[in-house]
């Protein structure tokens, strides 16, 4: 069965860090370039960073750069997004998607994960 399985959510306080990580079955995530997205109530999803299948280039938004990190962890099959130094506005639930490259958020392209709850507050 092909599927994705994000993992790693939770409550945490600002400033805090949480690791997600974006399990696969049935397939390899190393032949596809894998994207973190997330959807905070009433607002649309966006995308937050991507790493490339091509390359192993890394993108992120302008708003978590230098606070979020995504790698690949072969060997397990995942690929993580590490969240340093939490903002209030980080709240979301939290996606993760492949696809043959790092595409906008609103491409049909992307196959999605079911999503994990990221809660930051005091």
């Known amino acids: 069965q092909v599927q994705l399985v994000e993992s790693g959510g939770g409550l945490v306080e600002p400033g805090g860090s949480l690791r997600l990580s974006c399990a696969a079955s049935?397939?390899?995530?190393?032949?596809?370039?894998v994207g973190w997205f997330r959807q905070a109530p009433g607002k649309e999803r966006e995308g937050v960073a991507c790493?490339?299948?091509?390359?192993?280039?890394?993108h992120y938004k302008d708003f978590v750069k230098g606070r979020f990190t995504i790698s690949r962890d072969s060997a397990k099959n995942t690929v993580d997004l590490q969240m340093n130094s939490l903002k209030l506005e980080d709240t979301a639930v939290y996606y993760c998607?492949?696809?043959?490259?790092?595409?906008?958020?609103?491409?049909?392209?992307?196959?999605w994960g079911q999503g994990t709850q990221v809660t930051v507050s005091s």
């Open positions: 790493i490339s299948s091509s390359d192993e280039s890394k």
């Open positions: 998607a492949t696809a043959d490259q790092c595409y906008g958020s609103t491409s049909p392209l992307w196959s």
């Open positions: 049935g397939f390899t995530l190393d032949a596809y370039s």
